[in-house]
Every structure is written in structure tokens, then in C-alpha cells.
């Protein structure tokens, strides 16, 4: 069952600095990254809503292949970059997909979207900046008025997503369209701003689905965030027969947070916790230290399944007003890596809800290797 997230998402962390001023971003376009005057990203304002609309073409969604239901058979859309009408800020998502008749169609057809601008990097690592990813578990999303991720007039957005059909029936003109509550910039109170963030089990640019070995199997990314920031809340992604998603201090030797998904009777997941860290004001990150998330599954089938797994992590985080957020470097090599996965190529096969920091490096072992004891779930501290 679907819960609506009133802060933060579990495929979307919003970094909150402390500043309610007006926007007036110097937003530098990359060169890497070129506008299709023929494929332009359909992006506006729904006047009566009060939300920013985006909307990628029809497409058509035959029911899939026997894959099982465990890999990524579906149709993955070009990747549409649009210009933002206006000024404002975004205050959270929602995914819906419609007909040629603007009928909803089951949110089960969508495996996945990615909303990002290609002009912005993530804290954790030089590649563009995620701003939203959701799957067909990911519940609506909406901040608080007094938080929003600012935005400039004319400065662009990249969407692309995953279509699959597991369902009994084929649909035709599919049209994904993403809904997000949007606050115009000419606001009487402006709202505090807020950027996105995410941390995956695999490396930052490239593919983020891998494959389950049969048992007991963990994947685990390391690397430190670009400036100092505490987690308020988190929330997470991960696939069926997974166990637990986890974020560990390597440095301090502590388990962070873990958390555990929602599963129908078949093991499917069906939707992710989201976990506040309040009362002790948010869990302490420090450029000096290293963070290890991890994704822990357990595959009862006896065989590997291809591209079956996935493990990634995002939530609110809280950065001091006056730290530098850092930029895009075009010239960069995993930038260079994203823009070719994400933008010249085509992601098939994978679910691509990414990010790790850049300094990290991947660790996959399972129960024949050496792996460290789970510890107890730890979210909640001050670090």
C-alpha cells in the first residue's frame, strides 16, 4: 500500500540550506550536454493545480516476455531535456501514467523514471544532479511550503524512464507525466532551499542493476560526501528478495540506519519505509569520514538472476548556508561516463536510480566470501 511522503521520498533526498532569499542561481550549461530542437522535453505550468507538469511522448506496452518478473524487460524512452518556464521552486512529485484518453492507466507499468539536470552535480559524486526517481512503489512526494528545490527560468530538466508490463494486457499511447507541486518565484514567503541527493550501491556513472547470485549476497559502495550535512530522513530502494538496505560510518565502525522493505505474499516489494532522524537533530556526515551503503538479499530460486538486484538510498539532509555547493565539471571523466549512459545512450536493462560519491569504490561479496556481521539498526543517532 502506497503512503503519501510528506518530507522527503524514498528515491529523492532533498539537501536543505538554510536560505529563503530570492533565487538567483548562475546555473553554467554544460557543453556535453546538447538541446534536440526535434525531441524537446513538453514541460508547464498546470495553472489550476499549482504544479509543474512534464510529459514524455506515447508509447506502446506490450505485455513482456517470461522473464520471471526478476529483470528489467521493458522499454526505456529517450532521455528529453526541456527548459523550466519560470521561476519557483519544486516542492516534491508524483508519477502517473495515462492513455490517449487521459485515463490513468496501473502505476505497475512503470519500472522506473529519472528526473535530473545535466548543469548541476551531486554532493556525493561529479555526475549530473538526480532530482527525482521513483518506481511503481514510490509513493507521491510533498515538502512542507517552507522547503523547495529552487529553480531558474530557462534552466533545463532531463526525464527518462522505464516502461515494462508485467500485467495480463497490452496498452497503447502510454504517456508518462510527472506532477510536481511547484511555488512561483514571485512567492510573498519564499521557501527554504533544498537540493536532491542519493547514494547507490554501485558506482556513480554506469549501470545500477546487477546481478543475484543464488542465497545470501550483499553489494555495498563507499565514498564521503563534498561538504559537512546531517541526515534528517531517509528512505530506500531495493528488489525482490532483498533483506535490508543499510548506511554504516566505516570510519566510526557504527551502523548509521537500516531498513527493511514492505513484501506481498510472492516476496514482491511493495513500498519502502521512510525513517526520520528528528530528535537528535539528523545523523552527522563529515567529509572526513567514509560511508558504506549496502544492499543485503537473499535469492531462493538457485540460480542467478540477471540484472535481479538493486540497492539504493535517499532522504533529507541538512547543509550549513554558507558551505559551497559544489560544481559541474564537464571535463570530468565520470560526468563525461553519466552524460554518455544517461543522455547519448540508452540504459536498457538497468534501473537507474544512482549516485555514490566519486572518491568511492564497489565491494560485492556473498556468504562463500569474507563479509562483516549485519549490527543492529542504528538510524536515529547523532554522528
Known amino acids: 500500500m502506497k503512503h503519501p511522503f510528506r518530507i522527503a521520498l524514498p528515491a529523492m533526498v532533498w539537501v536543505v540550506s538554510a536560505c529563503s532569499s530570492g533565487w538567483n542561481p ?22 489550476e493545480s499549482g504544479e509543474l507538469v512534464l510529459e514524455l511522448p506515447p508509447v506502446d506496452i506490450p505485455v513482456h516476455g517470461a522473464d520471471g518478473g526478476h529483470g528489467h524487460s521493458g522499454h526505456v524512452t529517450d532521455a528529453l531535456i526541456g527548459r523550466i518556464p519560470e521561476a519557483g521552486w519544486m516542492r516534491g512529485f508524483r508519477t502517473e501514467l495515462v492513455d490517449a484518453n487521459g485515463d490513468t492507466v496501473p502505476s505497475v507499468l512503470l519500472h ?5 539536470t545535466p548543469d548541476r552535480r ?3 559524486s561529479p555526475i549530473m544532479q538526480r532530482v527525482a526517481a521513483a518506481g511503481h512503489e514510490t509513493a507521491p512526494v510533498t515538502l512542507p511550503r517552507m522547503l523547495g528545490y529552487p529553480v531558474a527560468a530557462g534552466e533545463r530538466l532531463l526525464l527518462k524512464a522505464m516502461v515494462h508490463n508485467p500485467t495480463g494486457t497490452d496498452y497503447a499511447n502510454v504517456r508518462v507525466r510527472v506532477r510536481i507541486p511547484f511555488t512561483r518565484g514571485d512567492a510573498r514567503f519564499a521557501p ?10 554501485m558506482p556513480p556513472a554506469g549501470i545500477h542493476a546487477y546481478d543475484m547470485p543464488p542465497g545470501r549476497s550483499e553489494q555495498s559502495w563507499e565514498g564521503s560526501p563534498a561538504v559537512e550535512a546531517r541526515v534528517l530522513a531517509l528512505g530506500g530502494h ?4 532483498a533483506e535490508v538496505l543499510r ?10 540506519w537500516e531498513t527493511t522493505p514492505y513484501v506481498d ?22 567529509p572526513s569520514r567514509t560511508y558504506r551503503l549496502t544492499a543485503v538479499y537473499n535469492n531462493p530460486t538457485g540460480d542467478t538472476i540477471p540484472d535481479g538486484a538493486m540497492g539504493a538510498a535517499g532522504g533529507i539532509v541538512l547543509v550549513d548556508r554558507n558551505a559551497a555547493w559544489p560544481g559541474v565539471d564537464p571535463a570530468d571523466l565520470q560526468y563525461a561516463l553519466d552524460v554518455e549512459t544517461q543522455v547519448e545512450g540508452r540504459d536498457d536493462g538497468m534501473m537507474n536510480v544512482n549516485h555514490e560519491p566519486a572518491t568511492g569504490a564497489a565491494i560485492s561479496h556473498d556468504d562463500h566470501g569474507a563479509h562483516a556481521e549485519p549490527a543492529p539498526a542504528a538510524s536515529g543517532h547523532d554522528h
Open 26 to 47: 548562475q546555473v553554467e550549461e554544460s557543453p556535453l550536454v546538447e538541446m534536440r530542437p526535434d525531441a524537446e522535453l513538453a514541460m508547464y505550468v498546470d495553472e
Open 112 to 116: 522506473h523514471m529519472n528526473l535530473m
Open 122 to 124: 551531486e554532493l556525493f
Open 192 to 201: 527554504m532551499h533544498v537540493f536532491p541527493f542519493y547514494l547507490d550501491v
Open 238 to 241: 531495493l528488489h525482490k528478495y
Open 247 to 256: 548506511l554504516e560510518d566505516v570510519t566510526a565502525g557504527k551502523v548509521l
Open 265 to 286: 505474499d510472492d516476496g514482491n516489494v511493495i513500498g519502502m519505509p521512510q525513517d526520520y532522524m528528528l530528535k537528535r537533530f539528523g545523523i552527522k556526515l563529515h
